[in-house]
């Protein structure tokens, strides 16, 4: 079946690096996403990574995707107060050989900086 | 600028009153859909649109109906709302691989 799995909270102190895992099932998701929520807003796309890929690295972000093992970490270089939100990893799987553009969200990380 | 909206933002309405959200695109996006988010479950999809009068079920579609007669339109119906749909609500659209691009979201409350 389709699912992804994520811890609920992670706390660092500024500063610090903070790392957000994420394991999925679905072993024929093209891409897997990082999705941040700030409160009271939206989703805003962080990023995202093609399955063919090992690692993507944006500014102070580094996404690795370990497929075998169907997990994906979100590194965040010299966390800021302000990177304090909810994480979401999500799978965009196939079905056949359609994309049906349905994603599968994780429950989603609770991030907290601490000053 | 290219968005999706949602409206409204927030709702607060009783058992049994029929109500709709609105959701629109300016992207020319062929795929639309509704997820809701509560806590701990993270977003699920409710129903989903890949083009123009074609929608499906997603994983937790009791309880709520949609329309697609336009491209840029995914309206969410509820027909006679109940506590349980009280809840956080997010409309999305995309097109081919690009990533879903989400509005801002509808916070339901129904008592």
């Known amino acids: 079946g389709e699912d992804v799995e994520q811890s609920l909270f992670l706390s660092v102190r500024e500063g610090d690096s903070s790392v957000i895992n994420c394991t999925y099932t679905d072993s024929s998701s093209t891409y897997l996403y990082w999705y941040k929520q700030e409160p009271g807003a939206g989703l805003q796309l962080l990023t995202y990574i093609f399955s063919n890929m090992d690692m993507k690295q944006d500014q102070r972000l580094t996404v690795l995707l370990n497929k075998k093992d169907k997990h994906l970490s979100l590194r965040i270089a010299d966390t800021q107060t302000g990177d304090s939100a909810i994480y979401f990893c999500?799978?965009?799987?196939?079905?056949?050989?359609?994309?049906?553009?349905?994603?599968?969200f994780g429950q989603g990380t609770t991030l907290q900086v601490k000053p | 600028e290219a968005q999706v909206t949602q409206n409204p933002r927030y709702l607060i309405t009783v058992t049994g009153k029929k109500l709709t959200v609105t959701c629109s695109q300016n992207m020319n996006h062929e795929y639309m859909s509704w997820y809701r988010q509560d806590p701990g479950l993270g977003l699920r999809q409710i129903y989903y649109?890949?083009?123009?009068?074609?929608?499906d079920k997603g994983d937790v579609p009791e309880g709520y109906k949609v329309s697609r007669k336009e491209k840029r339109n995914f309206p969410l119906i509820l027909e006679s709302p109940s506590p349980n749909q009280t809840s956080l609500y997010f409309c999305?659209?995309?097109?081919?691989?690009?990533?879903?691009?989400f509005g801002n979201g509808t916070r339901l409350t129904v008592t």
């Open positions: 999500a799978e965009s799987p196939l079905h056949g050989s359609s994309n049906t553009g349905k994603l599968i």
């Open positions: 649109s890949m083009n123009v009068e074609v929608t």
């Open positions: 999305a659209s995309r097109t081919g691989n690009s990533p879903l691009h």
